[in-house]
């Protein structure tokens, strides 16, 4: 039983030094905006960045996708047509194709 729950000590350190990265990526970016002068152009694009990363992420897999994903999609577009809500387009298209996809 008590193989079940070792852990590989290389595990354990990748996982560390992925926490390590990610938190002084977010800290220097931090620091990093504070000690820069943020123009209204650098602010444009900073206001548009999570939306296009959600396109970069989402993207390949509409463009790849079935009715299950096009149905989905257009589900999304209407809820943030009507709602301007980003996070209930996002939760509404994940139990969209989530059910569209037992359906097709």
């Keep these: 039983m008590a193989d079940v729950l070792s852990l590989d000590p290389l595990v354990v350190?990748?996982?560390?030094?992925m926490t390590v990265v990610t938190v002084v990526a977010k800290v220097g970016g931090i620091?990093?905006?504070r000690h820069v002068e943020v123009s209204d152009r650098l602010q444009a694009g900073l206001d548009v960045l999570p939306?296009?990363?959600v396109i970069?992420?989402?993207g390949p897999e509409l463009a790849s996708g079935g009715p299950a994903e096009w149905g989905a999609a257009a589900l999304v577009l209407a809820v943030m047509?009507?709602?301007e809500s980003i996070i209930l387009a996002l939760v509404t298209g994940v139990v969209a194709?989530?059910?569209l996809r037992?359906?097709?």
């Excluded at 350190?13 to 030094?17: E, K, P, R, S, W």
């Design 56 to 58: 970069a992420v989402l």
């Design 81 to 83: 047509w009507r709602t």
């Design 31 to 33: 620091w990093l905006v």
């Design 97 to 99: 194709v989530v059910s």
């Design 102 to 104: 037992t359906l097709f």
């Design 51 to 53: 939306g296009a990363i």
């Design 13 to 17: 350190v990748v996982i560390l030094a």
